[in-house]
Nanobody, 124 residues
């Protein structure tokens, strides 16, 4: 099982930015599609963004397009989520997840490995 660790969450004012990181010590991580999901209290996990193993393809939820950017540095086994123009409705627990293959990148149940999550709070 791939161990994932997120970092970079915190409190930011509306309009501000945060960069989340997802790191793994597993060599297979660099062959994984990696996704970011978020979860609001009492709600199901929601797809945010995903990136393929070679970073050729990226995918975004409509709600974050143009504001968030996903990238990866396979030399560091790290995937980033740059979040700009944050809104109070972006406040959630953000988790990264890894899977082999690209299909169904937006479906949480298709991911085999998950991090613990990092809290993002946006004040208005």
């Amino acid at each position: 099982q791939v161990q994932l660790v997120e970092s970079g969450g915190g409190l930011v004012q509306a309009g501000g930015s945060l960069r989340l990181s997802c790191t793994s010590s597993e060599r297979t991580f660099n062959r994984n599609t990696v996704g970011w999901f978020r979860q609001f209290p009492g709600k199901e996990r929601e797809f945010v963004a995903a990136i393929t193993a070679n970073a050729e393809l990226t995918y975004y939820a409509d709600s974050v397009k143009g504001r968030f950017a996903i990238s990866r540095d396979n030399a560091k086994s790290t995937v980033y989520l740059q979040m700009n123009s944050l809104k109070p409705e972006d406040a959630a627990i953000y988790s990264c997840a890894a899977k082999f293959g690209n299909p169904y990148y937006y479906v949480p149940e298709r991911y085999s490995d998950w991090g613990q999550g990092t809290q993002v709070t946006v004040s208005s």
